[in-house]
């Protein structure tokens, strides 16, 4: 079993910053990838960043490019997503996911979900 657990979720002003957290534990081993995707009420749940596990490769939607990083600590396990300069348009709950397959990269069905974090970001 793996397990995926977001944190860094809250509410902060437009142009503002906040950095999200993504531990996991379990049987990562041969893990490929991590992800973020990141859904709003009414709105189908969309992707948002991708980094592979060695952290050598990563990938970002139109929407969040240039503004969102993703980074990677590889003995800890953990995936971080900084976000900057962030919008009203980018409120929505943000999950983290990871797979073990290299051809669901960066955009495809991945096998592992965590239960999400809350970003509000208020005009």
């Known amino acids: 079993q793996v397990q995926l657990v977001e944190s860094g979720g809250g509410l902060v002003q437009a142009g503002g910053s906040l950095g999200l957290s993504c531990a996991a534990s379990g049987r990562t081993f041969s893990m490929y990838a991590m992800a973020w995707f990141r859904q709003a009420p009414g709105k189908e749940r969309e992707f948002v960043s991708a980094i592979t596990w060695n952290g050598d490769i990563t990938y970002y939607s139109d929407s969040v490019k240039g503004r969102f990083t993703i980074s990677k600590d590889k003995v800890k396990n953990t995936m971080f997503l900084q976000m900057n300069s962030l919008k009203p348009e980018d409120t929505a709950a943000y999950y983290c996911?990871?797979?073990?397959?290299?051809?669901?990269?960066?955009?495809?069905?991945?096998?592992?979900w965590g239960t999400g974090t809350q970003v509000t970001v208020s005009s």
């Open positions: 996911a990871a797979t073990r397959l290299p051809s669901r990269l960066p955009r495809g069905n991945y096998d592992y």
